[in-house]
């Protein structure tokens, strides 16, 4: 029964493999009855392996499939899975999510051409079954495959409409910012080998006591590292934004509810390596923060509606670190499974907005869309409330889970984190608000002709949009704390062998729960009043034409790290290769070459001019070459008669 597991992702590779090979042959009904269908399959197969382990309340015994490295004796990597607590809850959250962006997009994507369609399923398909590798391998090079595996379809997906160049760089970008993680996630892979002989999970959580000190803030160092290429943190965070240039349905899958949660779900499946480094858990909780803090203030002035979305999205996964680097694995898991939810909901709501604007996704070109979408408004505004944090929409409890974390953290600074987390929690309040007022609100500010084509979307795209917002609504219900309810708080239970280890280390203690909700009604007091600022400031906004200027100018341009990034990095890098290219390749090693081949040339037209035809001439080289034999034959015989009277 345990071997249903390989099933999981086998029908989305399935899927893979019929769209992309028969997608000239497929209709596009029926390649989206196969893309959604596979992801189906697996989703209702992941329920059933969720129950099993809920109800043993212990991880299922999955046999190896076949032994995928054997070298000897020395290193053995089977391509085994592991079904425990916290893998099969990321199953239920890509296959659920992912079945539902499926059905959206055989209606957002209806007007593509039949093999560019089955394509774009085979894409998906393929980075949901990289996905599902990535967690449900039981060792780390298992791992590493599906972590290779949607970096490669993320950069297939975010390239899809390869005719923009455009588009193309930002997948290139996308793909080299990534490899430079994957670089450090791999150091530490054969640093773990290195040590311990092994990169099974279990062999290797259970062996840390022969890792020094050294060793374990060194591997969970490179692991971070790798973490901040996939999941978008300071600095390898501006390809995300950049991966807007996908299709909307691909920003809601890849760049909102799985791909960019891969680093949480590393650092959580070793949350007892992290527990053992105090250190880097200090760094992997303040570059959380500072990513949070500083992509929220970049979202505030920016106008593309996608673009909105993916400085959000950059933002909650530095919430995700934060409660990572204070210890809170829990909690983070928490706000990965509720941020799936409403930030896949915000994101196929922005792209019904796009789909009735005729492909506009400038917000200052929109504006009471609401009398037109109502269905796209209300699930719109419910994950607003959600991520903004009000109380009891789902971001509320997990957003709080991590802000309380860190308040109790056992460190000097826990009452510094919590400041800083509230104030980038009213930051999201403020341009959440300000994209839902200017988006929906006020009068509408498009052309006339988009305006006569405003219109509410198909159900295909509407259904998804109110399945998501419902679990915007109800899904905080599933770790609210004690405080408000007892004998709740149902993930931390759920989740609590899996980071069993680490909890008998640290032994936090909690603050008193009068002192929480205290915490928790003033943050939400705050939250609801910028809420109430931004709606009033921006229902009514009217283009100016007029550019920013001062700070908002820099908040507009994303602070100007890309520039920096260019004149720092790209620009050198040119230079030399440039260098390399035009000096040492063409003038040096090129010369070279072509210099011998000229002098071969030259050679051989003079020498073909002793080819006159004239016997004479003939006759005169013959003498000519016995004489110079004979002097050559002659001088041997006086060298060899010299060396015989010395010797």
Same mark, same amino acid.
């Given at each position: 029964?345990?071997?249903?597991?390989?099933?999981?992702?086998?029908?989305?590779?399935?899927?893979?493999?019929?769209?992309?090979?028969?997608?000239?042959?497929?209709?596009?009904?029926?390649?989206?009855?196969?893309? #959604? %269908?596979?992801?189906?399959?697996?989703?209702?197969?992941?329920?059933?392996?969720?129950?099993?382990?809920?109800?043993?309340?212990? &991880?299922?015994?999955?046999?190896?499939?076949?032994?995928?490295?054997?070298?000897?004796?020395?290193?053995? *990597?089977?391509?085994?899975?592991?079904?425990?607590?916290?893998?099969?809850?990321?199953?239920?959250? =890509?296959?659920?999510?992912?079945?539902?962006? @499926?059905?959206?997009?055989?209606?957002?994507?209806?007007?593509?051409?039949?093999?560019?369609?089955?394509?774009?399923?085979?894409?998906?398909?393929?980075?949901?079954?990289?996905?599902?590798?990535?967690?449900?391998?039981?060792?780390?090079?298992?791992?590493?495959? %599906?972590?290779?595996?949607?970096?490669?379809?993320?950069?297939?997906?975010?390239?899809?409409?390869?005719?923009?160049?455009?588009?193309?760089?930002?997948?290139?970008?996308?793909?080299?910012?990534?490899?430079?993680?994957?670089?450090?996630?791999?150091?530490?892979?054969?640093?773990?080998?290195?040590?311990?002989?092994?990169?099974?999970?279990?062999?290797?959580?259970?062996?840390?006591?022969?890792?020094?000190?050294?060793?374990?803030?060194?591997?969970?160092?490179?692991?971070?590292? %790798?973490?901040? %290429?996939?999941?978008?943190?300071?600095?390898?965070?501006?390809?995300?934004?950049?991966?807007?240039?996908?299709?909307?349905?691909?920003?809601?899958?890849?760049?909102?509810?799985?791909?960019?949660?891969?680093?949480?779900?590393?650092?959580?499946?070793?949350?007892?390596?992290?527990?053992?480094?105090?250190?880097?858990?200090?760094?992997?909780?303040?570059?959380?923060?500072?990513?949070?803090?500083?992509?929220?203030?970049?979202?505030?002035?920016?106008?593309?509606?996608?673009?909105?979305?993916?400085?959000?999205?950059?933002?909650?996964?530095?919430?995700?670190?934060?409660?990572?680097?204070?210890?809170?694995?829990?909690?983070?898991?928490? @706000?990965?499974?509720?941020?799936?939810?409403?930030?896949?909901?915000?994101?196929?709501?922005?792209?019904?907005?796009?789909?009735?604007? &005729?492909?506009?996704?400038?917000?200052?070109?929109?504006?009471?869309?609401?009398?037109?979408?109502?269905?796209?408004?209300?699930?719109?505004?419910?994950?607003?409330?959600?991520?903004?944090?009000?109380?009891?929409?789902?971001?509320?409890?997990?957003?709080?889970? =991590?802000?309380?974390?860190?308040?109790?953290?056992?460190?000097?600074?826990? $009452?510094? !984190?919590?400041?800083?987390?509230?104030?980038?929690?009213?930051?999201?309040?403020?341009?959440?608000?300000?994209?839902?007022?200017?988006?929906?609100?006020?009068?509408?500010?498009?052309?006339? +002709?988009? +305006?006569?084509?405003?219109?509410?979307?198909?159900?295909? =795209?509407?259904?998804?949009?109110?399945? $998501?917002?419902?679990?915007?609504?109800?899904?905080?219900?599933?770790?609210?704390?004690?405080?408000?309810?007892?004998?709740?708080?149902?993930? +931390?239970?759920? !989740?609590?062998?899996?980071?069993?280890?680490?909890?008998?280390?640290?032994?936090?203690?909690?603050?008193?729960? #009068?002192?929480?909700?205290?915490?928790?009604?003033?943050?939400? *007091? $705050?939250?609801?009043?910028?809420?109430? /600022?931004?709606?009033?400031?921006?229902?009514?906004?009217?283009?100016?034409?007029?550019?920013?200027?001062?700070?908002?100018?820099?908040?507009?341009?994303?602070?100007?790290?890309?520039?920096?990034?260019?004149?720092?990095?790209?620009?050198?890098?040119?230079?030399?290769?440039?260098?390399?290219?035009?000096?040492? +390749?063409?003038?040096?090693?090129?010369?070279?070459?072509?210099?011998?081949?000229?002098?071969?040339?030259?050679? #051989?037209?003079?020498?073909?001019?002793?080819?006159?035809?004239?016997?004479?001439?003939?006759?005169?080289?013959?003498?000519?070459?016995?004489?110079?034999?004979?002097?050559?034959?002659?001088?041997?015989?006086?060298?060899?008669?010299?060396?015989?009277?010395? /010797?």
């Amino acid at each position: 029964m345990n071997e249903l597991v390989y099933l999981v992702p086998l029908f989305p590779l399935l899927g893979f493999l019929i769209n992309g090979l028969c997608r000239k042959q497929l209709s596009k009904t029926l390649v989206g009855i196969i893309g #959604s %269908g596979s992801i189906l399959i697996s989703f209702i197969i992941s329920v059933v392996l969720f129950w099993q382990v809920k109800s043993t309340g212990a &991880g299922l015994p999955v046999d190896p499939l076949f032994t995928f490295i054997n070298i000897g004796d020395s290193f053995k *990597v089977d391509f085994s899975f592991q079904v425990d607590q916290l893998s099969s809850l990321f199953l239920l959250i =890509i296959t659920g999510v992912g079945f539902l962006i @499926h059905v959206y997009s055989a209606s957002y994507m209806h007007d593509e051409e039949a093999p560019h369609f089955a394509r774009y399923f085979a894409y998906l398909n393929l980075f949901v079954f990289s996905m599902l590798l990535l967690v449900l391998g039981a060792n780390y090079v298992i791992m590493f495959i %599906g972590w290779e595996g949607v970096g490669l379809c993320s950069y297939l997906l975010i390239g899809f409409w390869f005719k923009n160049d455009n588009y193309n760089y930002a997948a290139k970008k996308a793909f080299v910012m990534n490899r430079i993680g994957d670089l450090g996630f791999l150091l530490a892979i054969f640093w773990i080998f290195q040590k311990l002989g092994t990169v099974n999970y279990a062999d290797v959580f259970a062996n840390t006591n022969k890792l020094s000190a050294t060793d374990i803030t060194g591997i969970t160092l490179l692991l971070f590292v %790798g973490a901040t %290429g996939k999941s978008a943190q300071i600095p390898l965070y501006t390809w995300l934004p950049d991966a807007m240039a996908g299709p909307t349905p691909v920003s809601a899958l890849i760049h909102a509810a799985t791909m960019v949660t891969a680093g949480i779900y590393m650092i959580a499946r070793s949350n007892i390596l992290y527990t053992l480094a105090p250190t880097v858990q200090a760094v992997v909780a303040i570059i959380g923060l500072a990513t949070a803090i500083f992509a929220a203030t970049i979202a505030l002035k920016q106008n593309d509606i996608k673009k909105v979305l993916a400085y959000s999205t950059v933002s909650q996964l530095g919430y995700m670190f934060l409660g990572l680097g204070v210890g809170a694995y829990t909690s983070a898991v928490f @706000h990965v499974m509720t941020h799936a939810f409403f930030k896949a909901c915000l994101f196929l709501g922005a792209g019904s907005v796009i789909h009735a604007m &005729g492909g506009e996704q400038d917000m200052r070109n929109m504006g009471g869309l609401s009398k037109h979408m109502n269905i796209t408004k209300w699930t719109f505004l419910l994950s607003c409330l959600a991520i903004a944090g009000v109380p009891p929409f789902s971001g509320f409890f997990s957003k709080d889970a =991590i802000l309380s974390a860190a308040l109790d953290s056992n460190t000097s600074y826990g $009452l510094v !984190l919590y400041i800083i987390g509230v104030l980038g929690a009213l930051l999201t309040a403020f341009y959440m608000f300000r994209l839902y007022s200017m988006t929906f609100l006020g009068q509408f500010r498009g052309t006339h +002709e988009q +305006e006569h084509h405003l219109h509410e979307s198909p159900k295909a =795209i509407t259904i998804p949009l109110m399945v $998501l917002a419902f679990l915007a609504v109800v899904g905080g219900f599933l770790g609210i704390p004690e405080v408000f309810l007892k004998n709740s708080d149902w993930l +931390e239970k759920f !989740l609590a062998p899996i980071f069993a280890s680490s909890t008998a280390i640290t032994q936090k203690t909690p603050s008193e729960g #009068s002192t929480e909700i205290i915490y928790m009604a003033v943050t939400s *007091v $705050l939250i609801i009043l910028v809420i109430i /600022f931004a709606r009033n400031k921006y229902m009514k906004y009217q283009k100016t034409g007029a550019e920013e200027n001062g700070f908002g100018k820099v908040l507009a341009n994303k602070w100007y790290v890309d520039e920096i990034y260019d004149a720092v990095i790209v620009r050198p890098l040119d230079a030399l290769a440039g260098f390399l290219k035009n000096v040492v +390749e063409k003038s040096g090693i090129d010369g070279f070459v072509n210099g011998v081949g000229r002098f071969v040339q030259y050679s #051989s037209r003079q020498l073909r001019l002793l080819q006159s035809g004239l016997a004479g001439n003939y006759i005169l080289f013959m003498v000519l070459s016995i004489v110079v034999l004979f002097l050559i034959f002659w001088n041997q015989i006086q060298i060899v008669q010299f060396l015989q009277k010395i /010797f």
